[in-house]
């Protein structure tokens, strides 16, 4: 059994920056990969990055690429995400995932466990 817990979240300005983190406990030898998840009110969940524990190697939506940066500590067990110039667009609530299966990095289904999440909220 394995756990995930993100902190991080908080409020913002437009144009400001928030680092999230992922802690991963339990039996996380198994992780091929990890990800991180967004869930706006009333929309799907979508994924915005995944990272290979292996290589450290990430895939990001297009909506987030070039603002984003995910990655990952030495032991593979704590996932970072460093957000900058945050937009309104970008506030969810923002959930860590990992899968110890292949599968389209982008989607829900390919993961296996998931946190509780943490608040994001970018005020114009």
């Known amino acids: 059994q394995a756990h995930l817990k993100e902190s991080g979240g908080g409020s913002v300005q437009a144009g400001g920056s928030l680092r999230l983190s992922c802690v991963a406990s339990g039996d996380t030898y198994t992780f091929v990969r990890m990800g991180w998840f967004r869930q706006a009110p009333g929309k799907e969940r979508e994924g915005i990055v995944s990272i290979y524990r292996s290589s450290g190697a990430a895939l990001y939506a297009d909506s987030v690429e070039d603002r984003f940066t995910c990655s990952l500590d030495n032991d593979g067990n704590t996932m970072y995400l460093q957000m900058n110039n945050l937009k309104p667009e970008d506030t969810a609530m923002y959930y860590c995932?990992?899968?110890?299966?292949?599968?389209?990095?982008?989607?829900?289904?390919?993961?296996?466990?998931w946190g509780q999440g943490t608040q994001v909220t970018v005020s114009s």
């Open positions: 995932a990992a899968s110890d299966k292949a599968g389209l990095w982008y989607r829900v289904a390919t993961y296996d466990y």
